[in-house]
């Protein structure tokens, strides 16, 4: 299912209830238990999907990835909405405006 | 867990990373070990054996230790890889299976398998687990299998309605297999057989309680029910046959806050204290878990528990899970420390006849693969010694010396 929305730093964002995953110790694996598929995140995608057990917004999450890795503001922001998108548009995030 | 002298590194090692204490020091002691000269083919055969590959990877590679050879990891990665994929498969499976029967107004109750591993690690690649196994009233278990069948499962083993009624009475579950891939799902109406003792399920129905699964409310086992039930089903059924087990108890211990007066309250009425206590033992005596006062002061009164322990252990680490020899089991007997033992001194027969006793005694497997009446069980402390010495052939006697 395709889902239009728009995040924004203002954005409380956390994973949807119905799935099960996996820390694969660098990655991870997302089962959607709404729609049987599996998905993949690399370390990073995986770190920001620990990170989403628990509401926050999205200017908090950026800022915790600005403390762990070493990379330019901009750059962590942009790959970060791009996640979170591809998260939603797959049904595994939910947010709240 | 720095006791056991004489026991192997790749031993140390394993139960290093199957116990749930802290996660500092046991990283800390995982790279102390790796410094050994390890034999890595042994230790990943025993590590298959225990069942506790994934929880190796885990740490290993959590260690970051460049002492581990790139080929085993590589094994390792694979080995942790299939179990995630694997256990979300059956996760998906239990989930679906669940709403059907809701659907169909059956009460369901999935227990051990991919529940237990989320329920236990959080991360179900940490424990693997072979099939999906769920509690329905007895008399939803037909309406349960035809669904079951719909939904395209079949019965493992095929019967007629004759042989399905005698089923019933006689046992304790029905296993089926998806056509397309062989996927085992269990229903149960009883959790065990009837030789590991008489666990009630109609007493679990009237105290279930509510779980999130994967944003599901679902029906689960108390958590001290579940406790006392994988005690029996670990060490009745199974003897303790690989850490796997011993791990489940110790992570329950560590993780859930157990009503310790229930759990010994609800063992006692099953008549399976000792069950239960030598699951608590054997957590504190091999993975270090602390056992609350409760626990301690009621083990402090069962001596011949250490002798119980001192074979388990020999078993787990011994490839083919054999016999440990007589001189072995005395050296584990004598490194038994600890606050959880008894104050009496620990075995008040000698030696000899404890460690013969010990081995002699019938386990699960003796009176479940031989049925006798009662009356005549006696014969299955002739049967076991006839087991071992086909399972050991002459060595056996070279073992009890």
Not at chain 1, 52 to 71: C, G, M, N, T, W
Request: net charge neutral; with cysteine.
């Amino acid at each position: 299912m395709t889902q239009t929305l728009s995040i924004s730093d203002a954005s409380v964002v956390s994973a949807v209830k119905q799935q099960a995953s996996c820390d694969l110790a660098g990655e991870a694996v997302i089962l959607n238990l709404k729609d049987g598929v599996y998905y993949g995140l690399n370390s990073v995608g995986a770190r920001v999907w620990t990170l989403l057990e628990q509401p926050r917004s999205v200017a908090a999450l950026h800022a915790l990835l600005l403390d762990e890795y070493d990379i330019d503001p901009d750059v962590c922001r942009q790959q970060l909405t791009s996640l979170l998108t591809d998260l939603a548009t797959h049904g595994l995030l939910e947010v709240a405006a | 867990m720095g006791q056991f002298p004489g026991l192997r590194p790749e031993s140390k090692l394993l139960l290093c990373v199957a116990s749930p204490t802290e996660e500092v020091a046991r990283l800390s002691e995982v790279r102390t070990l790796t410094e050994f000269p390890l034999d890595w083919e042994y230790l990943l055969g025993l590590g298959e054996q225990n069942e506790v590959l994934s929880l190796l990877y885990w740490h290993l590679n959590a260690a970051n230790d460049d002492l581990v050879p790139p080929a085993v990891m590589q094994r390792l990665r694979g080995v942790f890889f299939q179990t995630s994929v694997h256990n979300l498969s059956l996760l998906k499976e239990l989930m679906r299976v669940l709403a059907k029967l809701k659907e169909d107004g059956i009460d369901a109750v999935p227990y051990k398998g991919p529940s237990l591993a989320r329920s236990l690690f959080g991360n179900v690649a940490f424990r693997r687990t072979r099939d999906i196994d769920i509690l329905v009233r007895p008399e939803a278990v037909e309406r349960t299998r035809r669904l079951l069948v719909r939904e395209g499962y079949q019965l493992a083993t095929p019967m007629t309605d004759e042989e399905m009624v005698a089923h019933r009475q006689s046992h304790y579950h029905l296993e089926l297999l998806r056509q397309a891939d062989g996927l085992r799902l269990e229903i149960h109406w009883e959790f065990l057989p009837r030789n590991c003792g008489h666990f009630d399920a109609s007493y679990v129905w009237d105290h279930l309680v509510t779980e999130d699964i994967g944003g599901q409310p679902t029906l689960s086992l108390r958590a001290e029910e579940l406790f006392v039930l994988l005690c029996i089903h670990h060490g009745t059924k199974h003897e303790w046959d690989r850490l796997k087990w011993i791990a489940d108890i110790a992570r329950m211990i560590e993780t859930h806050r157990l009503d310790w007066q229930t759990v010994l309250a609800r063992a006692r009425m099953l008549g399976q204290e000792r069950a239960v206590l030598l699951g608590c033992f054997l957590s504190a005596y091999l993975l270090g878990v602390s056992l609350p006062a409760e626990v301690l002061s009621v083990l402090r009164n069962h001596s011949r528990l250490a002798a119980h322990a001192a074979l388990i252990r020999g078993r787990l680490f011994r490839p083919n899970r054999g016999l440990p020899g007589f001189r072995e089991w005395c050296a584990y007997v004598d490194g038994l420390t600890g606050p959880f033992m008894p104050k009496r001194p620990v075995l008040e027969w000698p030696r000899n006849l404890q460690y013969l006793k010990a081995v002699i005694t019938p386990e699960f497997n003796d009176r479940y693969d031989v049925r006798l009446p009662r009356w005549f069980s006696f014969l299955h402390y002739m049967y076991r010694p006839a087991r071992l010495w086909g399972h050991h052939g002459t060595a056996l006697f070279k073992r009890l010396n």
